[in-house]
């Protein structure tokens, strides 16, 4: 059974900076292309970003690009989100996914496995 351990989320200014982390844990995490996804309350998953299992493909949301970097580090079974220049609406509840195969989507459908969310909160 796959398990997902989403951690860094808080309360910062905007302008500060975070970074999200993400601990895999199941099966080889190596080989599976990961994402991150926000959700306000109410709404649908937003993607944030994606990543491919080698490290060399990624995408991002338009929100995302330029302040956001994701990254793994398959040797800890770990990804991460680096956030910098934290706006307001970079509140929600931040989550990890998992998906079954190589390549990255930007659909919230396309991924298998999900954590169970850090809130990120960004006063003014």
């Known amino acids: 059974q796959v398990q997902l351990v989403e951690a860094g989320g808080g309360l910062v200014q905007a302008g500060d900076s975070l970074r999200l982390s993400c601990a895999a844990s199941?099966?080889?995490?190596?080989?599976?292309?990961m994402g991150w996804f926000r959700q306000a309350p109410g709404k649908k998953h937003e993607f944030v970003a994606a990543?491919?299992?080698?490290?060399?493909?990624?995408s991002y949301a338009d929100s995302a690009k330029g302040r956001f970097t994701i990254s793994r580090d398959n040797a800890k079974n770990t990804m991460y989100l680096q956030m910098n220049t934290l706006k307001p609406e970079d509140t929600p509840v931040y989550y990890c996914?998992?998906?079954?195969?190589?390549?990255?989507?930007?659909?919230?459908?396309?991924?298998?496995?999900w954590g169970q969310g850090t809130q990120v909160t960004v006063s003014e």
């Open positions: 996914a998992e998906r079954k195969t190589y390549t990255i989507t930007k659909m919230d459908a396309g991924y298998e496995y």
């Open positions: 199941g099966r080889t995490f190596s080989t599976y292309a």
């Open positions: 990543i491919s299992w080698s490290n060399d493909h990624t």
